[in-house]
């Protein structure tokens, strides 16, 4: 299946955009989509270990399965004060 991960602040800002499509199978988990995300933009591999996956507006835990239609936006660190 075909899964959207919106991308926000500094995992946006290094990809160039504020999202990006990633195939993962049937059942996926949430590490899964991770692992996807960094296959196909390498440059999100920091923000992909340092950050979490929401799902549906929910932070998941990396054993969620991912289902078709469902929101996942990647959570990248962010540092300041």
């Not at 899964?32 to 992909?48: N, S």
């Not at 996956?53 to 054993?63: K, P, S, Y």
Request: aromatic share 4%; hydrophobic share 45%; net charge negative.
């Amino acid at each position: 299946m075909e899964v959207r991960v919106l991308l926000f602040g500094p995992a946006a800002s290094t990809f160039g955009r504020g999202e990006v499509w990633v195939r993962v199978r049937d059942g996926a988990t949430c590490r899964e989509v991770l692992e996807a995300v960094t296959g196909v933009a390498p440059t999100l591999a920091d923000h992909a270990r340092g950050g979490r996956l929401a799902v549906n507006h929910e932070f998941a835990e990396a054993g969620r399965v991912v289902k078709g239609g469902d929101e996942v936006a990647l959570i990248a660190m962010v540092s300041g004060g």
